[in-house]
């Protein structure tokens, strides 16, 4: 099992800035993608940005140029910046974790509680 907590999330004017943090823990060897997704009230879970342990990333066409996914390896941690945040970004963010199926396109194995961004206007 992998734990998953994440932190980072605040109410913030739109064109602020925020960073999530995700920290891992359990049996994270078995861990290859790691991600972001989000979901904003009346609407379905979306992915924001998903990122491999070789670093390679995905994201969102909504978030191109505005947010960046890294991670940190050793400290089995993933981070999402996010800049110019809008009110369309608001929504409770969740950071997820699989393993090279999850990468290749399957779902996530783990996800954890969520944490809300609110930007306001």
């Known amino acids: 099992q992998v734990q998953l907590v994440e932190s980072g999330g605040a109410l913030v004017q739109a064109g602020g800035s925020l960073r999530l943090s995700c920290a891992a823990s359990g049996s994270i060897f078995s861990i290859v993608a790691m991600g972001w997704y989000r979901q904003a009230p009346g609407k379905e879970r979306e992915l924001v940005a998903r990122i491999s342990s070789g670093f390679s990333t995905n994201y969102a066409d909504s978030v191109k140029g505005r947010f960046t996914i890294s991670r940190d390896n050793a400290k089995n941690t993933v981070y999402l910046q996010m800049n110019s945040l809008k009110p369309e970004d608001t929504a409770v963010y969740y950071c997820?974790?699989?393993?090279?199926?999850?990468?290749?396109?399957?779902?996530?194995?783990?996800w954890g509680k969520g944490t809300q961004v609110t930007v306001s206007s």
């Open positions: 997820s974790a699989g393993g090279p199926a999850a990468w290749r396109g399957g779902t996530m194995d783990y």
